[in-house]
């Protein structure tokens, strides 16, 4: 069956390029985890997953259970890092699927702890790691009380089947490069680490640094801060594998670098159903939110807010169509949008419509559409 054309391209080569970019900006002895959360932003984790382990990633980072579960069907030899927390009842399928929990509160260790028991796991044969909040008051141990640390790493003594394998924290504005919040962030983080030491545990990995962290030069000093505490550096990039640059702010210079080497994994196409002609007055789409202020020409596109398209683009957008900018006239409707194409007198049904990627040397960004939605 051949299908509506409104479709995504992903390419798999690109995704590649990326990650072994991003693997040499990192320092020689850290280690890449590839965040593939949101169906791999939205990219298709199916996809995604196998070409980042055969890429290289030995790491692969999700948000649930759920996802767990899905990655590890598809990657039997990856490390999977679950870091949005197990839930009640997960347990057993966290560990039938060889997942890595992070954890920060009792009731999760509990969860953990009664499943590897149920499962006679040996003392410390299963690696969690430990999340510590160092500022994003998201989630991990909070470090504002010294009981609440001490109390968490009670859990990992001789005889629990559980092991502290790692030590995990999120930046908050990593992508502000006067890097102030960020270095509170490290501060709070280094003492964290020798109370940890100070209490008799150690874990192998420090698992710090997103992709902003990355490609605003802050591998480094994320590395040595590891290397003080005999740890090793695990990096986390997730939406610059798929080739979307966060933007640092104020600019950094050799983010231009980053920008050319990396490429969106991403291009999402549609095609011109049909072409009309209008009347100066005539109104376009629901609640006539355009109406024609001289005579034009309209190009249907196979494409609405039923597939991603935000609504909020309606009169604000811009698609490629023969490499020139149409702009996208009324209201988004479900799964139809209209574009002016007076300026583009050849355009014809069955031509291709870009929304994201490349066409005749022209290219739209996912960026522009966040931008246009505000
Ligand atoms: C999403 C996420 C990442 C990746 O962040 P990017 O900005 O997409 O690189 C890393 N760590 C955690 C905990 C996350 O939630």
Same mark, same amino acid.
């Given at each position: 069956?051949?299908?509506?054309?409104?479709?995504?391209?992903?390419?798999?080569?690109?995704?590649?390029?990326?990650?072994?970019?991003?693997?040499?900006?990192?320092?020689?002895?850290?280690?890449?985890?590839?965040?593939?959360?949101?169906?791999?932003?939205?990219?298709?984790?199916?996809?995604?997953?196998? +070409?980042?382990?055969?890429? &290289? =990633?030995?790491?692969? $980072?999700?948000?649930? *259970?759920?996802?767990? !579960?899905?990655? @590890?069907?598809?990657?039997?030899?990856?490390?999977?890092?679950?870091?949005?927390?197990?839930?009640?009842?997960?347990?057993?399928?966290?560990?039938?699927?060889?997942?890595?929990?992070?954890?920060?509160?009792?009731?999760?260790?509990?969860?953990?702890?009664?499943?590897?028991?149920?499962?006679?796991?040996?003392?410390?044969?299963?690696?969690?790691?430990?999340?510590?909040?160092?500022?994003?008051?998201?989630?991990?141990?909070?470090?504002?009380?010294?009981?609440?640390?001490?109390?968490?790493?009670?859990?990992?003594?001789?005889?629990?089947?559980?092991?502290?394998?790692?030590?995990?924290?999120?930046?908050?504005? +990593?992508?502000?490069?006067? &890097? =102030?919040?960020?270095? $509170?962030?490290?501060? *709070?983080?280094?003492? !964290?680490?020798? @109370?940890?030491?100070?209490?008799?545990?150690?874990?192998?990995?420090?698992?710090?640094?997103?992709?902003?962290?990355?490609?605003?030069?802050?591998?480094?000093?994320?590395?040595?801060?590891?290397?003080?505490?005999?740890?090793?550096?695990?990096?986390?990039?997730?939406?610059?594998?798929?080739?979307?640059?966060?933007?640092?702010?104020?600019?950094?210079?050799?983010?231009?670098?980053?920008?050319?080497?990396?490429?969106?994994?991403?291009?999402?196409?549609?095609?011109?159903?049909?072409?009309?002609?209008?009347?100066?007055?005539?109104?376009?789409?629901?609640?006539?939110?355009?109406?024609?202020?001289?005579?034009?020409?309209?190009?249907?596109?196979?494409?609405?807010?039923?597939?991603?398209?935000?609504?909020?683009?309606?009169?604000?957008?811009?698609?490629?169509?023969?490499?020139?900018?149409?702009?996208?006239?009324?209201?988004?409707?479900?799964?139809?949008?209209?574009?002016?194409?007076?300026?583009?007198?050849?355009?014809?049904?069955?031509?291709?419509?870009?929304?994201?990627?490349?066409?005749?040397?022209?290219?739209?960004?996912?960026?522009?559409?966040?931008?246009?939605?505000?």
């Amino acid at each position: 069956m051949s299908f509506r054309p409104c479709w995504v391209e992903i390419s798999t080569r690109v995704l590649e390029d990326n990650f072994r970019f991003l693997q040499s900006l990192a320092p020689a002895e850290a280690e890449l985890l590839a965040i593939v959360k949101g169906d791999a932003y939205g990219h298709s984790v199916e996809v995604c997953a196998p +070409a980042l382990a055969a890429a &290289g =990633a030995k790491w692969l $980072g999700v948000t649930s *259970v759920e996802e767990g !579960a899905a990655v @590890r069907a598809l990657c039997p030899g990856a490390r999977v890092l679950v870091i949005g927390g197990v839930f009640a009842g997960q347990g057993e399928a966290a560990l039938a699927n060889r997942l890595t929990p992070s954890l920060w509160e009792h009731w999760q260790f509990d969860e953990i702890e009664s499943a590897a028991r149920a499962a006679g796991a040996a003392p410390q044969s299963i690696a969690v790691h430990l999340e510590l909040d160092t500022g994003m008051s998201r989630q991990g141990v909070s470090l504002e009380a010294s009981g609440t640390l001490v109390s968490i790493l009670s859990r990992f003594h001789p005889a629990s089947p559980l092991r502290l394998e790692g030590v995990m924290t999120h930046l908050y504005a +990593a992508d502000e490069s006067d &890097g =102030a919040a960020t270095a $509170g962030q490290l501060g *709070v983080l280094d003492a !964290a680490l020798t @109370r940890i030491d100070e209490l008799g545990h150690w874990a192998e990995l420090l698992s710090v640094g997103n992709s902003a962290s990355i490609l605003g030069g802050q591998a480094g000093a994320l590395a040595a801060l590891a290397a003080r505490h005999g740890m090793k550096l695990l990096l986390r990039p997730g939406i610059a594998l798929y080739g979307v640059v966060p933007r640092i702010e104020p600019e950094l210079p050799d983010l231009s670098d980053a920008a050319a080497n990396l490429r969106p994994v991403l291009a999402w196409k549609s095609q011109v159903v049909s072409v009309r002609e209008v009347p100066q007055g005539a109104a376009v789409g629901y609640n006539g939110t355009f109406v024609a202020s001289e005579p034009m020409r309209l190009a249907l596109v196979a494409v609405g807010y039923a597939d991603g398209l935000d609504r909020s683009l309606g009169n604000r957008f811009s698609m490629l169509v023969r490499g020139q900018g149409a702009p996208l006239v009324g209201r988004i409707s479900m799964d139809q949008t209209v574009l002016d194409v007076t300026e583009i007198p050849d355009a014809a049904p069955g031509d291709e419509v870009v929304l994201i990627g490349e066409q005749i040397g022209q290219t739209i960004s996912a960026f522009e559409h966040s931008d246009a939605a505000g």
